[in-house]
């Protein structure tokens, strides 16, 4: 009989990795709304641009890469952007490959060696002879033995805890390689929807003059497949962008945009017989576990939804009307919700009402969004208490999901702050003393230099203190004279 995938308890409380992973979505597709041509608030610009720059996804608000070269002509700015969109994600996905490398090296010493070595260390402070009591510098190494036994402590608990055990069994478990492609897959997941709409912007034009209207001979703009988006001076499918933009984005729809969906649901086809197996969970247990049995391959899915998305996002802009793309992403989030709610493919009920839950406040941040577009004189006040009411929507969810991830791990934070805190306190107690140490040592120095001229600063500060005195006074006598005379003259 075929075993059962380790399931998620279904009225259970989910798992960390869940809330984190229903989280980031939800900021892809905040993303994905906020890429819309509306004249959003600053408060609504400035929080996507913070998000976009965490993810990974382009950005004009965080910057542009086409801001290195402000000497080049507009079509040198378009490739400038068009490349750094498509090659900065996969510098950064080899960036966090580099690092894992080196880092697993690091983790590959032995846990048990490491705690040895802490130990013998710790050992070795605790044997250290006492010094002696008989001066200042016999105190500060005292409260050097005991800053470095605090400094053992806490590397030992590190080298002892969770993280550090996950990460041994990970280097026991799987190998460099399979540990390189498992980082590789939860990046490309990461930073999927802004590759994804860098690639499909290569094929984004938009019509400028149909010959229509009053002056139709006036009309200069008239290419019959309109002006791409990202150079409006450039004709599509037309010169360079033939023959050079596109197919680059040919190739990077390939790759980007249906690359990882399929990938996905292959390696999923591949294991299909053996996703109960520990190896296999332990590998690829992220793509499917969160997921019931038979809709195994739903990541796949996730992904050509935000692909869905991202498509209205960008050939939506060829429309007439941008209220026309607002119903057209609301229409897109609707189905959504309506496929996700009637498959059900998540086995824990609390992910269900949460990823529901993210997919209302966005749709109804693409309804308020309408009221940008619907009038031309929208006032400032009105705009901003819509634009709080979308951000106090996503701003209140995020907290939410936060909270959940914090409420896991309550007691262990407020132990390690507790810690922490201590070992704080004790540090700048320590420091104190040193502190009030050196300053009574260096008082008592100027002390002893006072002594000897004592008498001699104490006789310039009375003739100071006089002549002070003196020129006060007469000071004031002149004045009283002056006074006086004057009022004699009048008279």
């Not at 540090?427 to 002893?448: D, E, P, Q, R, Y």
């Not at 006598?477 to 002056?482: K, L």
């Amino acid at each position: 009989m075929k075993k059962e995938v380790k399931p998620t308890p279904e009225h259970g409380t989910a798992s960390p990795s869940e809330l984190l992973k229903v989280a980031i979505i939800h900021v892809q597709y905040y993303i994905i709304i906020t890429r819309l041509p509306v004249a959003y608030p600053d408060v609504i610009t400035k929080l996507s641009g913070i998000v976009s720059a965490a993810t990974g996804a382009e950005s004009t608000i965080a910057f542009a890469y086409s801001c290195f070269f402000p000497e080049q002509p507009s079509g040198g700015q378009a490739r400038a952007q068009l490349l750094g969109a498509l090659l900065v994600p996969c510098a950064t996905v080899a960036v966090c490959l580099a690092v894992w490398t080196l880092s697993a090296r690091e983790t590959a010493v032995p846990l048990e060696g490491k705690l040895g070595s802490g130990s013998k260390q710790r050992a070795g402070a605790l044997t250290t002879p006492p010094p002696t009591r008989s001066s200042s510098r016999s105190f500060r190494r005292r409260m050097s033995s005991k800053l470095s036994r605090i400094a053992h402590s806490l590397s030992d608990s590190f080298n002892r805890s969770r993280l550090m055990g996950k990460l041994a069994r990970l280097d026991e478990a799987m190998g460099v390689r399979q540990q390189l492609g498992l980082v590789f897959i939860i990046a490309v997941f990461i930073l999927y929807p802004g590759w994804a709409q860098a690639a499909l912007s290569v094929f984004a034009c938009y019509l400028i003059d149909d010959r229509s209207g009053p002056f139709p001979d006036q009309q200069q703009a008239t290419w019959r497949y309109g002006y791409w988006i990202r150079d409006m001076a450039q004709e599509c499918y037309s010169g360079v962008h033939l023959s050079l933009y596109v197919p680059i984005g040919i190739a990077a729809v390939i790759l980007v945009c249906f690359g990882p969906p399929i990938g996905s649901f292959a390696l999923l086809w591949r294991h299909q017989g053996k996703l109960d197996r520990p190896d296999v969970q332990r590998r690829y247990g992220f793509l499917y576990a969160r997921y019931k049995e038979k809709y195994y391959w739903w990541e796949s899915v996730l992904m050509l939804e935000e692909l869905v998305l991202v498509a209205v996002e960008v050939f939506g802009r060829s429309l007439p009307e941008v209220s026309h793309q607002i119903l057209l992403m609301l229409a897109a989030f609707i189905a959504i919700s309506v496929v996700n709610m009637t498959c059900a493919p998540v086995r824990n009920h609390t992910i269900i009402l949460l990823e529901f839950l993210s997919l209302g406040v966005l749709s109804l941040t693409v309804t308020l969004s309408l009221y940008f577009v619907v009038s031309d004189n929208l006032a400032i006040r009105p705009a901003m208490a819509v634009g709080l009411i979308i951000l106090v929507m996503n701003t209140a969810l995020l907290l939410g999901f936060m909270g959940l991830l914090l409420r896991h791990s309550w007691d262990k934070l407020r132990n390690r702050a507790a810690r922490l805190l201590n070992y704080i306190v004790n540090t700048m107690a320590v420091g104190l003393i040193i502190v009030i140490m050196n300053t009574a040592l260096l008082l008592g120095f100027m002390g002893l230099l006072l002594r000897h001229h004592w008498d001699k600063l104490r006789n310039r500060a009375a003739r100071l203190l006089n002549y002070i005195v003196n020129t006060v006074r007469g000071t004031a006598e002149r004045n009283s004279v002056t006074s006086e005379a004057s009022a004699g003259d009048s008279a």
